[in-house]
């Protein structure tokens, strides 16, 4: 059996874009629940969603120093090709390596280094906005 080492973390969730304010605030009891209010959700019976909190307002995070900032990880132009649970993998895999203190300086070690990421319902929004184009 292979020992693997965890040495650093990096979380993006509805509670916020790294690792210590959604540690903080989910010891503080708080909830990433919010009123979905960036697509037209009137003809169904939920209107609250888990959504990461984003810098544009989406998710509630306008006015939330640690609301997603998408373009702290890739240009506008980028985004543009990719879907947001993408975008939420990359920073938080680039905050875990950072989180670990790793550095790898050849090829080995970058081949040698490994980042676990789990995602829920990822894709969901692409998923809806197809169906509605096949009605």
């Known amino acids: 059996m292979r020992r693997v080492v965890i040495t650093?973390?990096?979380l993006v969730?509805?509670?916020a874009a790294n690792r210590e304010a959604t540690w903080e605030?989910?010891?503080a009891g708080k909830s990433g629940a919010n009123r979905i209010e960036h697509i037209d959700v009137s003809d169904l019976p939920a209107r609250v969603a888990c959504i990461?909190?984003?810098?544009?307002g989406r998710g509630g995070g306008a006015d939330d120093p640690h609301a997603f900032d998408p373009d702290?990880?890739?240009?506008a132009k980028e985004q543009r090709r990719i879907e947001d649970f993408i975008l939420f993998a990359i920073a938080a895999?680039?905050?875990a390596v950072a989180d670990s203190g790793w550095k790898p300086?050849?090829?080995d070690a970058r081949n040698r280094t490994g980042v676990l990421i789990g995602s829920g319902i990822g894709g969901i929004e692409a998923i809806g906005n197809n169906a509605l184009i096949l009605e």
């Open 52 to 56: 990461v909190p984003r810098v544009d």
């Open 25 to 27: 605030r989910l010891l």
């Open 105 to 107: 300086e050849d090829d």
């Open 13 to 15: 969730t509805p509670l």
């Open 8 to 10: 650093g973390i990096g």
């Open 93 to 95: 895999a680039d905050e």
């Open 72 to 75: 702290k990880v890739m240009s």
